[in-house]
């Protein structure tokens, strides 16, 4: 499977970005999908994951009532929509697909660069 991320950018604090995350070369229906990311100088955190059966989504707590996370299988894409972004959300952005918790599959990333 490979997976192509998209739609990072700069965008002032309290803005929204939309990422996109499309993939190929597999059942994409049946992959648990996530969405991490790394600040410069940190470690890559887990943001949000959705499951491929039930489609449950879980976020971490810092982005909780802000990012929202979809897929549509159909078209082999899943999203993240961000609102309210803040500073502290300025990272690389990397989709990931696989078992929930044990991603398999990652993209490249797409930056994400929220000015104050």
């Excluded at 802000?66 to 897929?71: A, E, K, V, W």
């Amino acid at each position: 499977v490979q997976l192509q991320a998209s739609g990072g950018g700069l965008v002032q604090a309290g803005g929204s970005l939309r990422l996109s995350c499309a993939a190929s070369g597999g059942t994409f229906r049946r992959y648990d999908m996530g969405w991490f990311r790394q600040a410069p100088g940190k470690e890559r955190e887990f943001v949000a994951a959705i499951r491929w059966t039930g489609g449950s989504t879980y976020y971490a707590d810092s982005v909780k009532g802000r990012l929202i996370m979809s897929r549509d299988n159909a078209k082999n894409a899943m999203y993240l929509q961000m609102n309210s972004l803040k500073p502290e959300d300025t990272a690389v952005y990397y989709c990931a697909a696989g078992k929930f918790g044990a991603y398999t599959y990652w993209g490249q990333g797409t930056l994400v660069t929220v000015s104050s």
